[in-house]
C-alpha cells in the first residue's frame, strides 16, 4: 500500500512537470547571441485566425507594466531598424577575400524582419547591382546616339619651322634665292552635319531608346525575382527556426517519457521494454533535433549569401510565424492584371521594336547619305611682312551606294525574321505567365484549406496527449499511448508550421506572377 502510494504521488509530480513545460520555449538559440529587433508595427494581415500562440508570448506580457505611445513604438522601431540595416551592409572590397580563420568566424547572429531582409537584397544583392550598372550603360548609349543630331565640329592648328631642301639646291648651283629657314602658322575649323542619313540616324537612336527599355524592364524582373527568392528562403529560415524549436520540444518531452519509465521500473510496475522503448524515442528525437540545427544553419547561411552580408554575421528570423493577407482577386483577373503588369511582355515588344528599327537601318545603306561640310583656314608665314591671310569652304556632299552585293537586303530580311520571332516568344511568354497565374493560384488555394486542417489537427494532437497523460496517470493507459500522442503532437506542429509558410511562399509566388513589384526603396 506504501508502495503503491508512492507511485501514484511520483507519477502525479512528474507528470505535472511535463505538462508544464513550455515546448515554444525550445530553441538552440543564445538569447545573449541573437539581438532582437522589436517589431511594434501592425500588420494588415489576416492572421488572426491561424496564428500560434506560444506560451513565452504570454509569459512576456506579465512584464510589461505600462505599454508606450504608438508613437513611441513606431519612432523606436524605425530607429532600431535603422541601425540594424547600417550594421548589416556590406561596404567591403568585391576583389577581397579574407585570408585568416578569424575574418569568417561568425560574431553575432543577428535577428531581422522580411522587410528588413528585402531592403538589404536592395542594397547589397549582387545581381540587382550589376542590372543597375548595366541600366547606366543604356543610359549613356542613349545619349550616345542623339549626339548625332548635332553637328560635329573640329579645330586644328599647326605651326611648323621648315626649310626646303629644294630650294637649298638651287640656292647652292645657282646663287639665286635664299635657303634660310621658316615659320608658319596654319589652322583650321572643319564643321560637319548630316542632313540626310536615308533614316540611319532616327533607327540607331530608337535602338538604343528600346534597348534602355529592355534594361529598365530586366532591373524591374530581376527586382521581383530578388523579392520573391529573398521571401522564399525567409520562409525557408523561419520553417527552419521551427523545426528546431518542435524538435527541442520533442526532445523534452521524449526525456521525461524516460523517466516516467525508469521510475516506473523502479517501482516495480513497469518493465525494462518499457524503459528500451522510450530510449529508442529519446535517441530518434536527438537525432531529429540534429538534423533540425544543421538545415536551420543551412537555411542562414543560404539567406545571408543572398543578402551579401558581411562574412563574420549569421542571421534569425525575427518575424513569427503568420498567414499572410488573403488573395482578393478573382482568377479570372489575377490574370489580366499579370498581363497588364508583367514587365517580361513589354521585354518582348520592345526587343520587336528593336528588330524593326534593325531592318530599317540595314535598308539605310541603299539610300542617299547627304552632308553639309564647312570649312575656314587661316595661314600665316612669319617674318615676311604679310598678315594673315584666311579662306573657307561651303559644300553639300552626297554619296549613294550603287551596289554592295545585295548584303543590305540580307541584313533586313535577318531582321524580318527576327521581328516575327520576337511575335512568337510574346505569344509563348504569354502562355507561360498565364500557367504561372493559374498553377500559383491553384496552389495558394489548396495551402489555406491545408492550413486549415493543420490547424484542426493541431488541437486535436493537443487534446489527445493531454488524455493520454490523464489515462497513464489513473493506470487505464499504456507508456506507448503517451509516446504515441506525444509524437503525433510533434508531427501536428510540424504540419502546421509547414502548412502556414507553404501558404506564404504561394502568396508570394503568385505576387510575383501577377504584379510588377519592385523591393521598396
Known amino acids: 500500500m506504501k508502495t503503491g502510494q508512492f507511485v501514484s504521488s511520483f507519477l502525479f509530480s512528474v507528470a505535472a512537470v511535463v505538462s508544464n513545460v513550455p515546448l515554444s520555449n525550445a530553441s538552440n538559440i543564445d538569447s545573449n547571441q541573437v539581438q532582437m529587433i522589436p517589431n511594434y ?4 494581415e489576416t492572421t488572426v485566425k491561424f496564428q500560434l500562440s506560444t506560451p513565452s508570448e504570454s509569459n512576456s506580457i506579465e512584464n510589461v507594466e505600462e505599454p508606450p505611445s504608438s508613437k513611441q513604438l ?16 556590406n561596404n567591403q572590397n568585391p ?35 550589376v542590372g543597375l550598372l548595366e541600366l547606366q550603360r543604356a543610359q549613356a548609349a542613349v545619349k550616345e546616339a542623339q549626339a548625332s543630331l548635332l553637328p560635329n565640329a573640329g579645330l586644328s592648328a599647326e605651326v611648323a619651322r621648315q626649310q626646303s631642301a629644294q630650294n637649298q639646291l638651287a640656292v647652292e648651283s645657282t646663287n639665286v634665292g635664299t635657303d634660310e629657314a621658316t615659320t608658319a602658322f596654319n589652322g583650321s575649323l572643319q564643321l560637319s552635319y548630316d542632313l540626310y542619313t536615308g533614316g540611319r540616324r532616327s533607327a540607331q537612336i530608337g535602338q538604343a531608346q528600346e534597348r534602355l527599355r529592355v534594361q529598365e524592364l530586366a532591373v524591374e524582373v530581376l527586382e521581383e525575382e530578388v523579392r520573391l527568392n529573398v521571401s522564399t528562403e525567409y520562409f525557408d529560415l523561419q520553417q527552419a527556426d521551427e523545426e528546431v524549436r518542435i524538435a527541442n520540444a520533442a526532445v523534452v518531452n521524449a526525456r521525461a517519457s524516460l ?26 528525437a536527438q537525432q531529429q533535433l540534429t538534423n ?28 513569427p510565424v503568420k498567414l499572410a493577407a488573403l488573395w482578393k482577386l478573382s482568377l479570372e483577373n489575377s490574370i489580366i492584371q499579370a498581363y497588364t503588369n508583367r514587365s517580361e511582355l513589354q521585354q518582348q515588344l520592345a526587343q520587336r ?47 549613294l551606294n550603287l551596289f554592295d552585293g545585295g548584303r543590305a537586303k540580307a541584313q533586313a530580311a535577318q531582321a524580318k525574321a527576327n521581328v ?102
Not at 508595427?41 to 494588415?44: F, K, P, Q, Y
Not at 577575400?97 to 544583392?125: D, F, G, H, S
Open 41 to 44: 508595427s501592425t500588420s494588415e
Open 74 to 89: 513606431n519612432q523606436t522601431n524605425s530607429n532600431n531598424s535603422k541601425l540594424i540595416l547600417d550594421s548589416l551592409n
Open 95 to 129: 576583389l577581397q577575400y579574407p585570408t585568416k580563420p578569424e575574418e569568417v568566424q561568425i560574431q553575432k547572429i543577428q535577428a531581422i524582419t522580411l522587410e528588413q531582409a528585402l531592403e538589404l537584397a536592395r542594397r547589397n544583392n549582387r545581381e540587382l547591382q
Open 259 to 284: 523517466r516516467d519509465a525508469q521510475a516506473l521500473e523502479q517501482a516495480g510496475t513497469g518493465t525494462q521494454f518499457d524503459v528500451l522503448r522510450t530510449r529508442v524515442n529519446l535517441a530518434n
Open 292 to 319: 533540425a540545427v544543421a538545415s536551420q544553419q543551412v537555411a542562414r547561411r543560404r539567406l545571408v549569401t543572398r543578402l551579401s552580408l558581411p562574412q563574420s554575421v549569421d542571421i534569425a528570423a525575427a518575424d
Open 353 to 399: 521594336n528593336i528588330n524593326l528599327l534593325d531592318r530599317r537601318l540595314a535598308l539605310s545603306a541603299l539610300k542617299p547619305q547627304i552632308a553639309l561640310v564647312a570649312s575656314y583656314s587661316l595661314l600665316d608665314q612669319f617674318d615676311d611682312n604679310v598678315s594673315f591671310t584666311d579662306g573657307y569652304s561651303l559644300a553639300v556632299q552626297a554619296n
Open 420 to 521: 516575327k520571332i520576337a511575335e512568337t516568344q510574346f505569344s509563348d511568354t504569354r502562355n507561360q505567365i498565364r500557367f504561372q497565374v493559374e498553377q500559383a493560384y491553384s496552389g495558394l488555394q489548396s495551402n489555406l484549406e491545408n492550413v486549415q486542417t493543420s490547424n484542426a489537427a493541431l488541437e486535436q494532437a493537443r487534446e489527445s496527449l493531454r488524455l493520454a497523460r490523464l489515462r497513464f496517470q489513473a493506470g487505464v493507459g499504456t507508456q506507448l499511448e503517451v509516446i504515441d500522442a506525444e509524437n503525433a503532437l510533434t508531427t501536428a506542429e510540424g504540419n502546421s508550421i509547414r502548412a502556414i509558410l507553404d501558404y506564404n511562399r504561394a502568396f508570394a509566388s503568385l505576387q510575383r506572377s501577377v504584379t510588377s513589384r519592385a523591393i521598396p526603396k
